[in-house]
């Protein structure tokens, strides 16, 4: 008889997103005449590119002729005018980052979930709490023990290492997903010195890197100095270049990066990645890969940083209402999110409802993101500009 893998049996029920679906849409059917503006999801909602939008056509068209009709990619890494031009664009701001260490995906989460097929099951994992809620999934089905540290309030959300506690595998995201934190040059080298005296890898998410806006913020771990032999780096267009609906992004794992097999055999990470890539995927679609190419391109640079500008004037927007109303917050400075305290020592969910149904405007609770989130909420500066000046209006009328 057939057996399932009963480690799925012990992750929450729904995914985060999905009861929050459920919520709203029950209110919805309840409330057929509700103007609900939706600041949870962090989807955009800005085009992509008209750089991007040209290349992904002409990409098209060259897939529509046989001298230039292209079928699988030979390594499936990426093509490598793809990978060069990220490798180019992590030069502009200072990492070495060689292009043969860079593997173009199909999104950074799938990869977040993915990379740990190279890693034994019986690694311990640690995870800064709060937290995206695929890092302790992925890991959780494949029954690995996890452990958290302590992102909150006292802390300003930016866990730090401690040397009592020791994990073989660390997630860090900086710009914060949920909470808008992020880490300083000097608070990540301590990260990277924690995980080479230990032996340990860092998996690190650096998906909103495009909104950094504070100098001292890294863009990169591989700004920092020793993060070559303890670090993996993922990153998406996601965010950045308005690619939630195409689905692309890379990931770094460098070539100094190695671990020891069982025998003591010094294995490189990069070659078991490669190897797993290899059998269970097959490459990113040649006219996304164009696309993705043109957002790297000066012309495409200078489009994509008017949606991101767009997107954090709506930051600063959520953020100036929460100071008229006293609210503490973290985020929207480096970060499309705006991570605040839920007011008068309401519970995330409780405060989900209020905001719901009383200015049917929809945020996150902090709670789906682990146990430091509770009595914390998420907004996504993600929206339309006028609808993000209305629902701060709304959130102004219900908590003055």
């Given at each position: 008889m057939v057996k399932v893998n009963e480690n799925y049996l012990k992750l929450e029920k729904n995914y985060l997103f999905i009861n929050i679906a459920k919520k709203v849409n029950a209110y919805k059917e309840a409330n057929p005449d509700a103007d609900i503006i939706r600041m949870g999801i962090g989807d955009v909602t800005l085009p992509i590119c008209k750089a991007a939008v040209d290349a992904m056509k002409k990409g098209a068209d060259e897939m529509g002729v046989k001298e230039t009709f292209k079928g699988y990619e030979d390594s499936g890494a990426g093509y490598d005018f793809l990978r060069e031009a990220v490798s180019n664009y992590y030069k502009s701001f200072g990492a070495d980052v060689p292009a043969d260490d860079i593997r173009i995906n199909d999104g950074a989460k799938a990869d977040c979930g993915n990379i740990v097929d190279i890693f034994g099951d019986d690694n311990t994992i640690l995870i800064t709490d709060p937290a995206y809620p695929v890092y302790v999934d992925s890991n959780r089905m494949s029954g690995r023990n996890v452990i958290f540290a302590d992102s909150n309030e006292e802390n300003g959300f930016a866990a730090m290492p401690d040397d009592n506690v020791k994990a073989d595998i660390i997630y860090l995201c900086s710009?914060?997903?949920?909470?808008?934190?992020?880490?300083?040059?000097?608070?990540?080298?301590?990260?990277?010195?924690?995980?080479?005296?230990?032996?340990?890898?860092?998996?690190?998410?650096?998906?909103?890197?495009?909104?950094?806006?504070?100098?001292?913020?890294?863009?990169?771990?591989?700004?920092?100095?020793?993060?070559?032999?303890?670090?993996?780096?993922?990153?998406?267009l996601s965010k950045t270049a308005g690619f939630t609906g195409m689905r692309c992004g890379y990931t770094v794992v460098p070539e100094e990066l190695t671990a020891k097999a069982s025998d003591g055999t010094v294995v490189s990470l990069k070659q078991l990645w490669n190897r797993r890539e290899g059998s269970k995927f097959n490459g990113v679609s040649y006219p996304v890969q164009c696309a993705a190419a043109a957002v790297f391109t000066p012309e495409g640079q200078e489009q994509i940083k008017v949606n991101i500008s767009y997107y954090q004037q709506n930051a600063k927007t959520i953020a100036a209402a929460l100071d008229e109303l006293g609210i503490k917050y973290t985020g929207g400075k480096n970060s499309p999110y705006i991570w605040l305290k839920c007011p008068n020592g309401m519970g995330s969910w409780e405060f989900f409802d209020l905001l719901l149904e009383k200015a049917n405007v929809v945020g996150t609770p902090g709670a789906g993101f682990g146990k430091n989130g509770e009595g914390w909420f998420r907004l996504t500066s993600f929206g339309d500009k006028d609808r993000t000046k209305e629902a701060m209006e709304r959130l102004k009328k219900i908590l003055k």
């Open positions: 710009p914060n997903n949920p909470t808008g934190s992020a880490y300083t040059k000097d608070q990540l080298k301590a990260w990277v010195d924690h995980a080479n005296k230990n032996g340990s890898v860092i998996i690190y998410d650096a998906a909103y890197e495009a909104f950094i806006t504070e100098d001292d913020i890294p863009k990169s771990i591989y700004l920092i100095d020793g993060a070559k032999t303890c670090a993996i780096e993922m990153c998406s």
